[in-house]
């Protein structure tokens, strides 16, 4: 019987669980190829959760078993679709292609001033500290004294705490060595975590901000005033159990006030940013206005501005894209183009749904989108090509796909580098360098 070929672009959770699951749900044979365009697998499994949260890391255990054990499964790291080979190639040699390539990009502020030196999208800290290989290794000095992060989010609680942990503890985690160190030369005292909103509505979760509270060396400031709740914040507080578990923390963290730690973290709420100001090109402060009473305004000096405000899909070569959600159109994770079905193209995970959710959602999204290949696939003979086929197309281009085989030389050596130093495993940075090891399997 002729194998069902599938094609997967990206190995986040979304293309892992694709991954996964069409091996585990399909009755008859079938080859999953799984592109990513990093030389490393997992997408912000790797990239994007904290490296302070290693226990939500340890779910490529499980995505690397799979990789590993699953008979016609593979993983071709380093391929940017798109460029090295595009859709149509991939619709010629595939029976189906699915795009799991998330949300790179960010939302904006629409403000003047947001493009000064300094002032930056969250995302572009967060791919720095993790060692994304597009960060460049300094991309961040960390020698003023007052940061700001505009959101309240998860993310933007991850960022605040990265700035204030102690170096003992960063350098108990994954991150490169010389990103510990531009850590352990930071200046920046102060962090002020700006919400939009009143208090009822802080997006980020009572564990997270529990969790910042019991850090040790730092302060974590509450002004008692922006508890003061309006009807519409206690209705809401009053129909959301998880806003009145965070409410009770804030109202915990201001009783508490400052403890004269080394570092504080600072909220303030219903806060909107109008201007980043400026000197010489680099921002020196932010206004903010009262979201209640715009003619009440303020501003924060500071030296770095990190929005965080949310992570937007991209639009990919030759797929519809809805320029308004930043995802792709689909019908049950049937890519659409105007009304009509594209035979064929798939979607899941953010690039799909949009950015939210945790990692575990994703398999819920990659479950409904195996299904809808599966259903489509069932009654038809495959017409695909074959692994020796697509391998022959890269490697005419010259383009050095990084196998699984490879990416485990690159794993090892980054475990040994942890070895070292009594750490699981110490990221690298340097693409090429990636590259190289990857090369010498
Ligand atoms: C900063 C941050 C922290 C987070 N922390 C947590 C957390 O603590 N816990 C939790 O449960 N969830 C967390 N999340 C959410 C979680 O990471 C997402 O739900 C999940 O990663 C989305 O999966 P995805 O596969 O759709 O996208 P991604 O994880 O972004 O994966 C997409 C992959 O596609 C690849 N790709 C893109 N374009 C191409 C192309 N053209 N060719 C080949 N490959 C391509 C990318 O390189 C990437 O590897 C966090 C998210 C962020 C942004």
């Known amino acids: 019987m002729t194998s069902l070929r599938i094609a997967v672009v990206g190995s986040g959770p979304s293309g892992s669980y694709c991954a996964q699951l069409l091996a585990e749900e399909s009755e008859s044979p079938v080859e999953v190829d799984v592109f990513e365009r990093l030389p490393a697998p997992f997408g912000l499994v790797r990239y994007g959760v904290a490296p302070d949260h290693p226990k939500i890391k340890t779910i490529t255990t499980s995505f690397s078993e799979v990789f590993e054990e699953t008979p016609g499964l593979r993983f071709l790291g380093n391929v940017q679709v798109g460029s090295d080979i595009t859709l149509d190639e991939l619709r010629r040699h595939y029976d189906g292609v699915v795009f799991a390539t998330g949300a790179p990009l960010d939302r904006r502020l629409g403000v003047p001033g947001e493009d000064l030196a300094g002032a930056h999208a969250v995302r ?41 942990r102690t170096t003992e503890e960063l350098r108990a985690t994954d991150v490169p060595e010389h990103i510990v160190d531009a850590f352990a030369a930071s200046t920046y005292r102060e962090v002020v975590i700006v919400g939009r909103r009143g208090p009822a509505y802080a997006k980020f979760t009572n564990k997270e901000f529990i969790e910042l509270l019991d850090l040790e060396n730092c302060d974590v400031v509450v002004d008692p005033a922006d508890l003061e709740l309006d009807a519409e914040q206690q209705a809401h507080i009053d129909s959301s159990p998880p806003a009145a578990r965070l ?43 009262k979201t209640s009473n715009p003619s009440v305004t303020e501003t924060l000096d500071t030296d770095l501005v990190f929005r965080s405000v949310g992570y937007l899909g991209k639009a990919l070569d030759g797929l519809p894209f809805d320029a308004e959600t930043a995802t792709v159109p689909h019908r049950d994770s049937r890519v659409l183009d105007g009304e009509e079905v594209v035979p064929g193209v798939y979607i899941a995970g953010w690039i799909k749904r949009g950015p939210t959710g945790v990692v575990g959602t994703n398999r819920r999204c990659a479950l409904e989108t195996v299904t809808a290949i599966l259903e489509d696939t069932a009654s038809k003979t495959s017409s695909a090509t074959t692994a020796s086929a697509v391998d022959e197309l890269l490697r005419s281009r010259g383009i050095q796909v990084v196998d699984w085989a490879a990416w485990r030389t690159i794993d090892e050596a980054e475990r040994a580098a942890g070895e070292s130093t009594g750490r699981e495993r110490v990221k690298l940075h340097d693409r090429a360098e990636m590259l190289q090891l990857a090369a010498a399997k």
């Open 247 to 289: 409410f009770a923390s804030f109202v915990k963290a201001a009783e508490r006030g400052a403890l004269g730690r080394e570092k504080t973290v600072r909220f303030v709420f219903d806060r909107s940013p109008v201007e980043f100001l400026g000197e010489d090109g680099s921002v020196s402060g932010v206004r903010l206005a």
């Open 124 to 164: 572009e800290f967060v791919s720095w500290y993790g060692g994304h290989p597009d960060a460049p290794p300094n991309a961040f000095l960390l020698d003023g004294r007052r940061a700001v992060v505009i959101g309240v989010g998860n993310v933007a609680l991850d960022a605040a705490r990265m700035l204030v």
